[in-house]
């Protein structure tokens, strides 16, 4: 329902006058060596902002990790050793990079 200042009465804004407000939504995923967060790493992760459903920007990391990636890692996510250590950029610069792109967005940040 829209106020009008002018006036001392509310009642339904006249027709045409509601605008639209814009969806906006951040998608984020990573892939880890493992699930301990305390000694596993992130190998690759990505995100996407949407403005009303639809996708219009789109970001990918892949980190050199510090530790070997186990097979069964490798299995769920198809990221080698190989291609971490020569593909990948400095874990440092890429969490630095994840982190400003989830801040930079703006939007709230939800986990589950």
Known sequence: ????????????????TV????????????ETTGVDTAQ????????????NGEPVQEW???????IPIPEASTAVHGITDEMSQHQG???????????DC???GQLP????
Do not use: H, Y
């Open 1 to 16: 329902m829209e106020t009008d200042r002018n006036s001392k009465t509310q009642g339904p804004a006249p027709a045409g």
């Open 19 to 30: 605008k639209a407000v814009p969806v906006r939504e951040f998608a984020f995923d990573t």
């Open 40 to 51: 596993d790493r992130i190998v690759t992760a990505a995100a996407v902002r949407f403005e």
């Open 60 to 66: 990918s990391w892949l980190l050199r990790c510090d």
């Open 89 to 99: 950029i400095n874990q440092v610069d890429g969490l630095r990079a994840m982190r």
């Open 102 to 104: 989830l801040l930079d």
């Open 109 to 112: 940040i939800v986990a589950f």
